[in-house]
């Protein structure tokens, strides 16, 4: 077997600014998908605003606008979209090991790493804003057939 020693250098400063930048992008995709939800929320709120508003003009003071199906499918879409942004932003009790910093949390078993309570925070924000941006889409769509 060899002995000689395994010669190291220190990190250099382009390398450890390349480390530091992706630990704080891992600790602040929360906080965009955060963002995120909040964007999704104003929205939620006025597009079904405005739509309601304009349907009335259009209907002008004494008419009234019959409900189909696609006009009831629009608000529901939106009401189901701004429940799911609401969601995402409750916080979620996590089960975290502040001895480790970085290790694989793939099985789910036990208290998170710390990089793994970053990412498994962010993907259940994730999962819960991606169908909401979908149903608010659908329900601008929905909201436009009845127009036609």
Same mark, same amino acid.
Request: aromatic share 6%.
């Given at each position: %077997?060899?002995?000689?020693? !395994?010669?190291? &250098?220190?990190?250099?400063?382009?390398?450890?600014?390349?480390? /530091?930048?992706?630990?704080?992008?891992?600790?602040?995709?929360?906080?965009?998908?955060? /963002?995120?939800?909040?964007?999704?929320?104003?929205?939620?709120?006025? &597009?079904?605003? #405005?739509?309601?508003?304009? +349907?009335?003009?259009?209907?002008? !003071?004494?008419?009234?606008?019959?409900?189909?199906?696609?006009?009831? =499918?629009?608000?529901?879409?939106?009401? #189901?979209?701004?429940?799911?942004?609401? !969601?995402?932003? &409750?916080?979620?009790?996590?089960?975290? /090991? %502040?001895?480790?910093?970085?290790?694989?949390?793939?099985?789910?078993?036990?208290?998170?790493? !710390?990089?793994?309570?970053?990412?498994?925070? =962010? +993907?259940?924000?994730?999962?819960? +804003? #991606?169908?909401?941006?979908?149903?608010?889409?659908?329900?601008?769509?929905?909201? =436009?057939?009845?127009?036609?």
């Amino acid at each position: %077997m060899n002995e000689t020693p !395994i010669r190291t &250098v220190p990190v250099s400063r382009p390398d450890q600014l390349l480390r /530091d930048k992706l630990i704080e992008d891992i600790a602040g995709q929360s906080a965009r998908m955060d /963002d995120l939800a909040r964007q999704l929320i104003t929205l939620d709120l006025a &597009v079904p605003g #405005l739509y309601a508003t304009a +349907l009335k003009l259009v209907a002008g !003071i004494s008419g009234t606008v019959t409900p189909g199906i696609w006009l009831v =499918a629009a608000f529901a879409c939106w009401g #189901l979209a701004l429940a799911l942004a609401l !969601i995402s932003l &409750v916080p979620r009790r996590h089960s975290v /090991d %502040m001895g480790r910093l970085f290790a694989d949390d793939g099985d789910g078993d036990g208290p998170l790493s !710390i990089e793994g309570y970053f990412r498994s925070s =962010a +993907l259940h924000k994730r999962r819960v +804003l #991606l169908p909401s941006c979908g149903l608010f889409f659908i329900g601008v769509c929905c909201a =436009a057939v009845t127009v036609l």
